[in-house]
């Protein structure tokens, strides 16, 4: 039988110390919070009224209960005040020495059989625990903030917690409504070790200049269905805690330079730009603590000044290709207004993009997405060809062919010679560098990048790749083009993966390097990042979707790019791809699909 917790501690009641007291005095348990000082133990109290009020407000909590729930709350300076509590949680900024002098005295001050945890995200249980005459009873808890509200719970064990004392923390979990994954003592657990990687990734993208904050962070949410965009995420942690852990995981983790903080991380924390709690952070905030986003000198022209500087007009759209990727493109085109002319190579294919195209607008019917009007109107505007030469009067050519830089550069070279000059040639390779496609024109001005997203018709949003050949006002008319697409167009440079593949499949590999080195399971991994960072899928999930091969091609192009020793592939993907084990479509990747 699971141990009995009938009344815990929390010492530290900031915003995460305060959100622990609330989640276990909504579930019944008597808790003891203890602050350094009066005005710190008032803060606290104040955090917990604003919460709960808040719960009240809107409905997820009644009068009775909050009333009931602060009635289980004893607010107490000093540690004395835990001497007959069954647990303490600590929950104190993350500094070793801080935990190490707070363990030591709960160590004197607590009965001898109560256990003691740390809420640390990055710090070392293990050196933590030395402090005490009781390493076995100490135990990490890692809740998510905001605590009340996050579902995941990352419970960690050292080389010398006694099993009893995680099984009882384990069942507390579970009275608590929590999802637990029990790991062992490595710098950055599961989420962190996963998350602040990349997050460390988007600030050297910033601070290289590659792409403005709103579009590293429009990428993110667009392109991967993140709640939050990396910097925007930084400045809700706080950037002073992101270097820390950090610091603490490039130190603790085998030195990996991904985790090494990026030297801006640095000069904004001395420069006391922390984020939402000091009102600027990678953006400014209507004032400290707050969530509303504020313009500042940093902040784009509305997108009508950004289109008017130069965008050429563009009526009629050349689409060049056959795949899945040409049909959504060209319905997407057609439905906005735009007259298209679809090329592919030879009627039979043309046949069959035309009935794709067909069956997709057809279904926008029945789902009431469009009217029946509207996809007659739509399709008028299509004609369909099999040769090069009827693109000779369009104003944009979108080329989706197959992903081998011969072909696209051969097909560049055609349309050199047909085109008309000032005409925007645009190539949706997702893998290839722009810049060797444009140069096999004479106008390498005139040729982006226009990434889409599959599926087309869906997908928001669009990376606009510029080449250091690529002139501003065709970089402006590709944004424009996305503007009237109903699409986000975010612009970056010309580099492996661009903004989403460069800063997602890093993080992919990682999570299976993690599962490689046996330190969690596929499901402990997916549940920790879905139910404690919100992503919508595990990263083994996303993997199964994208497939195997198609991962291990793009993070081969990210390696051979930067040459960084992180970004080599994991040798766990390059063995399942070799032993075709490629996700959903071979029905076996990570996980078994063949009974679904």
């Given at each position: ?9 929390v ?14 005095a ?26 709960t ?16 729930l ?16 069954d ?54 808890i ?7 509200v ?37 710098a ?8 602040f ?15 403005t ?9 667009l392109g ?7 910097l ?60 509303v ?49 679809s ?8 046949a ?32 369909w ?9 369009v ?42 496609v ?20 869906v997908?928001?949003?669009?990376e606009?790749v ?94 051979l ?36």
């Amino acid at each position: 039988m699971a141990r009995e917790f009938s009344t815990v501690g929390v010492v530290g009641l900031g915003t995460m110390g305060a959100g622990i007291v609330e989640v276990f005095a909504r579930n019944g348990i008597d808790v003891v919070a203890v602050e350094i000082s009066e005005p710190a133990l008032e803060r606290g109290r104040a955090t917990l009224s604003g919460s709960t009020d808040r719960a009240v407000a809107k409905g997820k909590l009644a009068a009775a209960d909050r009333d009931a729930l602060h009635e289980r709350v004893h607010f107490a300076v000093g540690l004395d005040a835990l001497h007959s509590v069954d647990l303490v949680i600590e929950a104190v900024p993350e500094h070793l020495d801080l935990k190490q002098r707070i363990f030591a005295e709960l160590d004197r001050v607590c009965r001898p059989e109560a256990i003691l945890a740390t809420n640390t995200s990055s710090l070392s249980v293990t050196e933590i625990s030395v402090a005490t005459t009781r390493p076995n009873q100490v135990i990490g808890i890692h809740f998510f903030n905001p605590a009340p509200v996050m579902k995941l719970v990352e419970v960690v064990r050292t080389v010398v917690t006694a099993p009893e004392v995680v099984a009882d923390v384990e069942a507390l979990c579970a009275r608590l409504g929590k999802v637990d994954v029990t790991i062992n003592d490595r710098a950055g657990f599961i989420a962190n070790a996963l998350l602040f990687g990349y997050l460390n990734h988007a600030v050297g993208m910033f601070e290289s200049h590659y792409a403005t904050r709103e579009d590293i962070d429009a990428a993110m949410k667009l392109g991967c269905g993140l709640p939050m965009g990396p910097l925007a995420l930084m400045d809700l942690i706080g950037l002073d805690t992101a270097y820390e852990i950090l610091d603490t995981m490039y130190r603790r983790g085998g030195r990996d330079r991904r985790h090494a903080p990026v030297p801006l991380l640095k000069q904004m924390v001395t420069a006391g730009l922390l984020g939402r709690k000091s009102g600027r952070g990678f953006y400014t905030y209507e004032r400290p603590g707050s969530p509303v986003v504020v313009p500042d000198e940093a902040t784009p022209p509305a997108a009508e000044a950004a289109l008017a500087d130069g965008a050429r007009a563009i009526a009629k759209v050349g689409v060049v290709g056959s795949g899945t990727m040409a049909t959504g493109i060209i319905e997407v085109f057609a439905k906005a207004g735009y007259e298209v002319v679809s090329v592919t190579r030879g009627a039979e294919k043309s046949a069959k993009v035309c009935e794709a195209v067909k069956t997709s607008l057809n279904k926008g019917v029945v789902r009431g997405k469009l009217t029946e009007a509207d996809r007659d109107a739509a399709l008028g505007r299509i004609s369909w060809s099999a040769t090069l030469d009827h693109l000779a009067d369009v104003d944009l050519v979108v080329e989706a062919v197959v992903e081998e830089l011969s072909v696209k550069k051969a097909l560049f070279a055609s349309l050199d010679e047909i085109c008309k000059p000032g005409v925007v040639l645009a190539t949706t390779t997702s893998s290839l560098p722009v810049i060797d496609v444009a140069m096999a024109t004479q106008r390498p001005a005139d040729v982006v990048g226009l990434h889409f997203f599959n599926p087309a018709p869906v997908m928001p949003l669009v990376e606009v790749v510029r080449t250091i050949r690529t002139s501003p006002e065709a970089t402006a008319t590709a944004r424009a083009v996305c503007a009237a697409l109903g699409k986000t167009g975010v612009v970056c440079g010309d580099r492996s993966g661009f903004i989403v593949n460069a800063l997602l499949f890093p993080y992919l590999n990682d999570a299976v390097r993690m599962l490689e080195a046996s330190y969690s399971t596929a499901d402990d991994i997916d549940h920790a990042m879905k139910l404690g960072c919100g992503y919508p899928m595990g990263p083994f999930e996303l993997l199964d979707v994208v497939g195997l091969d198609v991962s291990l091609a793009i993070q081969r192009e990210l390696y051979l790019e930067l040459r960084e020793p992180g970004f080599a592939p994991a040798p766990l993907l390059e063995h399942l791809v070799t032993a075709g084990y490629l996700g959903r479509k071979t029905r076996r990747g990570f996980r078994d699909h063949s009974h679904r």
